[in-house]
């Protein structure tokens, strides 16, 4: 049966300028305090706790690297909404400012694996595959 309806159009995230920029500089001194300072100056900026999520999963750190993705995801999830989003459609990975939500998520499945929660672990992979396979490859081949 051929869908008949068209695809929502992509939702962009905007861009956040100082976030950026404060984002940068913690890479610079790449530090986890560095990375939790913009964390908590832009809570609502998900590339920052994509970047902490990311530091903890690799230090070992699942159950943190679980929190800071679930954080950063529902930030995210925010402001998907605020753009226009209705709860499905493409969020490509190709726009930069979408990278940050699509990192959490993709590190919010691995850490869920890590904590055997199969179901969820398994609904943010096939979310981020929705999103954009794009994602979901280049994340997995990282």
Excluded at 63 to 85: F, M, P
Excluded at 123 to 136: E, I, S
Aim: glycine letters at 6%.
């Amino acid at each position: 049966m051929q869908n008949l309806l068209p695809e929502p159009p992509a939702t962009l995230l905007p861009v956040n300028h100082e976030a950026d920029a404060a984002l940068a500089t913690a890479e610079q001194a790449g530090s986890d305090q560095a990375y939790a300072e913009v964390a908590a100056r832009y809570p609502t900026y998900s590339a920052a706790w994509a970047e902490l999520a990311a530091r903890a999963f690799a230090q070992g750190q699942v159950v943190t690297a679980y929190a800071y993705a679930r954080t950063g995801y529902h930030r995210g999830l925010d402001q998907l909404r605020r753009s226009g989003w209705k709860g499905h459609g493409p969020v490509p990975w190709s726009h930069e400012p979408n990278r940050g939500f699509l990192r959490c998520l993709y590190v919010l499945s691995r850490a869920a694996d890590e904590i055997s929660e199969a179901d969820e672990a398994a609904r943010c992979a096939q979310f981020l595959r929705d999103c954009d396979p794009a994602a979901a490859d280049a994340l997995a081949s990282n």
